[in-house]
């Protein structure tokens, strides 16, 4: 099983940006960024295929922006005028046969790194 780990959480205040990071222990073809914060059901931001075609979330397409570097096996979400409803803890997942911005799919995943937004 592919091993994931998030990084580049952290504290910000309105209106700031964060850069995730995930590592992953090897290639896989479709990646993808959920969170989850307290009470609620873990959401799908966005998703990846191997060689870059893309599907986020329509009311984070503004803000949210996922890519990947397939030669360092890193996933990233680069997250943008950030609001206090952002505050999660973002996962990243893999190895799924789709793209797909529900959990479902996906077999492994990381342990997650909190994000917090301030106001």
């Known amino acids: 099983q592919i091993q994931l780990a998030e990084s580049g959480g952290g504290s910000v205040q309105t209106g700031g940006s964060l850069r995730l990071s995930c590592e992953a222990s090897?290639?896989?073809?479709?990646m993808a960024w959920f969170r989850q914060a307290p009470g609620k059901q873990r959401e799908g931001i966005a998703c990846?295929?191997?060689?870059?075609?893309?599907t986020t979330q329509n009311y984070l397409k503004a803000r949210f922006t996922i890519s990947r570097d397939n030669d360092k096996f890193r996933l990233y979400l680069q997250m943008n005028s950030l609001e206090p409803e952002d505050t999660a803890v973002y996962y990243c997942a893999a190895t799924s046969p789709e793209c797909s911005l529900e959990p479902t799919p996906y077999i492994s995943w990381g342990q997650g790194t909190q994000v917090t937004v301030s106001s």
């Open positions: 990846i295929a191997g060689h870059g075609p893309a």
């Open positions: 090897q290639y896989t073809y479709h």
